[in-house]
C-alpha cells in the first residue's frame, strides 16, 4: 500500500513535469555592428543594447581570410581602442554582461556580404578549419564572449557553387563543437529558412547535433529580388500562391516544420523575426494585391539607405500616418502598406505577437531578431523597442501559462 502511493507520487511527478520541457525561451537579439555610421535618429551603438530584452546578443559580422584567420574588418568600431578609433564595440559589448549577468554574448561571423567562397576554402581544409576555431577561441577567451555564431549564407549556393560544402559544413561544426563544448563556451549558426536550400545546404540532424543554437532565418521570401509583390516573412501560404503556380513552401511555417521533420532538435530552435520590412515600386497603383507586377525595389530609408528595405523605426516613424492605408492580410497573417506606388510588407506588434505564439506552440527554444538597430529602439513611435517588447510580452505570458498548468497539475492529482 505504502510502495503504491510513493509510486503515485513519483507517476505524477514525472507526468507535471512533462508539461513544460523549457523554463525559459531564448530571445536571441543581432546587432548590425555598421548602424553605429547611421545618421542621428538611426545611429546604434553597444549601449543602445537592452540587456534585458534579450538573452543572447550577437556582434555581427567578422569575416575570415581563406587562410583561416579571422578578419576584423571593422576594427574601428570593433577594438577600436587599441588601433586608435574611439568605438571599442568589443569591450562595450561584452561588458553588457556587468548590467544583466545572465546575458550570453556571441561573435558572429559571415553574413549576407561575406559570400561563400572563404567558408568553402577553409572548411575543405582540416588546418585551416583548426586556425579559425583556435582564433575564435583565442577572441572569446580576451573579451570573454560566451559563444560564436557562424552564418554562412549558403553552402553549396552562391560564389561557385561547391557541392562538398555540404559535408564540409558539418566538419567546420564538427570542429568548433570538440573545441567549444570543453569550455562551456556556446556554438551557434545562422541558417537558411526555405526548403530548398535546405535541402542543398544541410545535414540537419548532424548540424543539429554539433550546433547548441539554430537560429533559422525565417524572412526574406519575397523581396525586390522578385518581380513581383510579396512579404517579407509570410507566417502561412495565401491561396494566391497556389493560384500563381507557386507552391506555398516559402513561409514562416513551412521552413520551422521542415527543419523539425528533418530531425533537428526543436528545443535549439530559434525562430526568426525580421524588425524591418521589404519594399516595392508597383508597377500600377491601382494594382497592390499580392503577385502584382513591380517595377523594382521601393526608395531607401533614412538610415538604412538601402533600396528595397525599410527598418521598422523607418516605417512608423515616416510611414504610419494618414497618408499611408493599413491591410492586413489575414491568410499570411501579416500587415502591410501601401503609400503612392509604394508597397511595404513589414512586421508590426500584431504579427511579431502571431510569430511568437507559433514558436512556442511548436515547441521551439525561442525566437531570433534580426536585427536590434532597427526596432524602434528610440521609442519615437511610442513604446521603447516596440516589436523586441512584444516579444518579451508574449514568452512571458506563456512561461506564466505552463508554470501555471504545472502548478495545477500537482494541485488536482497530490491534494
Ligand atoms: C577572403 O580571403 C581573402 C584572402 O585571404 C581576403 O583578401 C578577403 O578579404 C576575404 N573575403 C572576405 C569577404 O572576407
Ligand atoms: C584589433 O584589430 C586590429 C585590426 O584587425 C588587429 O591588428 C589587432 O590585433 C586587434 N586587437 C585585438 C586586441 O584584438
Ligand atoms: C516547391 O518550390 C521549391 C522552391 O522553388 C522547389 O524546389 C520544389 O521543387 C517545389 N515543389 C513542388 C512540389 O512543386
Keep these: 500500500m505504502k510502495l503504491q502511493v510513493i509510486l503515485g507520487a513519483v507517476y505524477v511527478i514525472f507526468m507535471c513535469s512533462m508539461i513544460t520541457t523549457s523554463s525559459s525561451y531564448n530571445v536571441a537579439c543581432y546587432f548590425a555592428s555598421w548602424s553605429v555610421y547611421r545618421d542621428e535618429g538611426g545611429k546604434f551603438d553597444v549601449f543602445n543594447i537592452d540587456p534585458h530584452l534579450c538573452t543572447h546578443v550577437y556582434f555581427a559580422f ?3 581570410y581563406d587562410d ?3 578578419l576584423i574588418f571593422d576594427s574601428y568600431e570593433a577594438n577600436g581602442t587599441e588601433d586608435g578609433g574611439h568605438y571599442d564595440g568589443f569591450r562595450n559589448f561584452a561588458n553588457l554582461k556587468n548590467v544583466n549577468p545572465e546575458l550570453k554574448t556571441l561573435i558572429s561571423i559571415g553574413g549576407w556580404n561575406a559570400g561563400s567562397k572563404n567558408f568553402s576554402i577553409i572548411c575543405a581544409d582540416p588546418v585551416k578549419r583548426q586556425r579559425l576555431v583556435q582564433e575564435s577561441i583565442k577572441l572569446m577567451e580576451t573579451y570573454n564572449f560566451d559563444g560564436f555564431d557562424i552564418d554562412w549564407e549558403y553552402p553549396t549556393l552562391r560564389d561557385d557553387a561547391h557541392p562538398e560544402d555540404k559535408e564540409n559544413f558539418v566538419e567546420l561544426l564538427k570542429d568548433y563543437s570538440a573545441a567549444l563544448k570543453p569550455k562551456g563556451l556556446l556554438l551557434s549558426a545562422a541558417l537558411a529558412a526555405a526548403v530548398d536550400k535546405i535541402e542543398s545546404s544541410y545535414f540537419v540532424e548532424q548540424v543539429s547535433e554539433y550546433l547548441d543554437i539554430l537560429n533559422i532565418m525565417t524572412y526574406d521570401y519575397h523581396g525586390a529580388f522578385d518581380n513581383f509583390v510579396g512579404h517579407v516573412a509570410p507566417l502561412h501560404a495565401s491561396p494566391l ?5 507557386r507552391n506555398a513552401t516559402y513561409t514562416v511555417a513551412t521552413a520551422v516544420d521542415y527543419w523539425i521533420y528533418k530531425n533537428a532538435d526543436p528545443s535549439k530552435i530559434n525562430m526568426g523575426l525580421a524588425a524591418y520590412g521589404r519594399t516595392f515600386t508597383l508597377k500600377d497603383k491601382a494594382n497592390t494585391q499580392l503577385y ?3 517595377l523594382g525595389a521601393g526608395p531607401k530609408g533614412r538610415y538604412t539607405r538601402m533600396d528595397g528595405t525599410l527598418g ?5 516613424q515616416y510611414y504610419s500616418g494618414t497618408d499611408s492605408i493599413y491591410y492586413w492580410d489575414d491568410d499570411q497573417k501579416v500587415p502591410h502598406r501601401v503609400v503612392d506606388d509604394t508597397w511595404i510588407g513589414y512586421e508590426d506588434e500584431i504579427s511579431i505577437g502571431l510569430k511568437v505564439d507559433f514558436a512556442v506552440s511548436k515547441g521551439l527554444g525561442g525566437v531570433m531578431i534580426w536585427s536590434l538597430d532597427t526596432d524602434d529602439f528610440l521609442g519615437t513611435c511610442g513604446r521603447k523597442y516596440r516589436l523586441l517588447n ?3 510580452d508574449r514568452l512571458k505570458y506563456w512561461e506564466s501559462q505552463e508554470k501555471k498548468l504545472k502548478f495545477e497539475c500537482f494541485y488536482k492529482y497530490m491534494l
Excluded at 312 to 316: A, D, G, K, L
Design 68 to 70: 583561416g584567420r579571422l
Design 241 to 245: 500562391d497556389y493560384e500563381h503556380g
Design 62 to 64: 567578422l569575416e575570415m
Design 312 to 316: 521598422y523605426n523607418e516605417i512608423c
Design 390 to 392: 512584444v516579444v518579451n
Design 292 to 294: 502584382a507586377p513591380v
